[in-house]
């Protein structure tokens, strides 16, 4: 879909637009205004709109109307338009939106006005307007809402309630702030926007859709023990782990993200492990080292020759050798007796 530049003008409208043209016009605005979008034509004579939005940095901060019922998608092809994360914030203030939101749209929320949610630039969404929307958005780098809420993705696709407490309090200024933000000088507008990003922080923070810390570290824990328990598994791996956790391959990704090593780090490293210990052990000492590599998961000897070297310091030969030599000498020469 070809876009067009934003206006140059903070305020923009279809009013002086021929009425077949304000719908596609109105569409290369949003678009370039939301990032990429597929939203097809819907046939209308007329499409009064307007948009209003003001750019700082990597931040945009819109209020834009839709008269007619619209809809939209943003799949693979979309999302590689778009090279940064960004998390983008929803609020409605008149009318009403529905959004979808994966690959299979599983995951729907509906929102009337006065609610609000989040969503992610990297994961494919959709949505469905109803006529007479008015809608006003965020859009932040992921980063801005992370150090200020560090469990903030656990909340993209939440239908959160801006009309009351401390919902309602953002919702007010958030809409005070589109309505005034251009009547800002530009030196001041970094500073309001980050003082904005606080209060959707404390906001955020105290939503009761928020999981609490220990969800994710029993969730944690039971992904170390499937790891555990399925090391000599061929099939291993984040796509198993999220089926046994009935979770996306995102999400256990973000399980460990606390962490100093990756989920697929993990696995090679506990393998690693498993191998050392059977190359040392007694057990195993008839098997040749590439069955006992392959029983543990590494079909591809040169690979596991060079892992192993990288992880203990010598070749799985040498540490098979070291054990066997330690194990044949008496008894009295593998101990210190003191004197």
């Known amino acids: 879909m070809a876009t067009v530049n934003a206006p140059a003008a903070e305020f923009w409208t279809t009013d002086a637009l021929p009425a077949p043209r304000q719908f596609t016009a109105w569409r290369d605005v949003i678009v370039d205004a939301h990032l990429s979008w597929d939203i097809p034509d819907i046939g209308c004579e007329r499409f009064p ?42 609020l409605i203030a008149e009318g009403s939106e529905a959004l979808a939101f994966g690959h299979d749209d599983r995951h729907r929320v509906r929102l009337d006005a006065g609610m609000f949610t989040l969503w992610d630039s990297t994961r494919p969404m959709a949505f469905t307007t109803d006529a007479g929307l008015r809608q006003i958005s965020l859009i932040v780098p992921e980063a801005e809402l992370l150090r200020r809420v560090p469990r903030v993705r656990d909340l993209i696709g939440v239908a959160m309630d801006g009309r009351s407490g401390l919902g309602g309090l953002f919702v007010d200024h958030f809409g005070a702030l589109v309505q005034r933000f251009g009547e800002l000088p530009q030196a001041a507008r970094g500073g309001v926007l980050e003082a904005a990003l606080d209060l959707l922080g404390l906001c955020l923070c105290e939503q009761p859709a928020l999981p609490a810390p220990r969800l994710r570290q029993l969730l944690h824990a039971e992904a170390l023990r499937y790891i555990e328990a399925h090391l000599n598994e061929a099939t291993l791996g984040v796509a198993s782990i999220a089926r046994h956790l009935r979770m996306t391959e995102r999400n256990v990704h973000r399980l460990f993200e606390a962490g100093e090593t990756s989920v697929s780090a993990l696995i090679r490293r506990r393998r690693l492990a498993m191998c050392r210990r059977d190359l040392e052990g ?58």
């Open 49 to 90: 709109a307007y948009m209003r939005q003001h750019r700082v940095g990597a931040m945009r901060l819109t209020d834009c109307s839709a008269a007619a019922r619209v809809s939209g998608r943003r799949t693979r092809t979309q999302l590689a338009h778009d090279d940064d994360a960004y998390l983008n914030l929803v």
């Open 282 to 339: 007694s057990t195993f000492a008839a098997r040749q080292i590439t069955e006992i590599a392959g029983h543990w998961g590494f079909d591809d000897p040169s690979q596991f020759s060079k892992a192993f070297r990288a992880a203990y310091g010598m070749p799985a030969r040498e540490c098979r050798a070291r054990a066997q030599a330690l194990r044949q000498r008496p008894e009295d020469d593998q101990h210190t007796v003191p004197g």
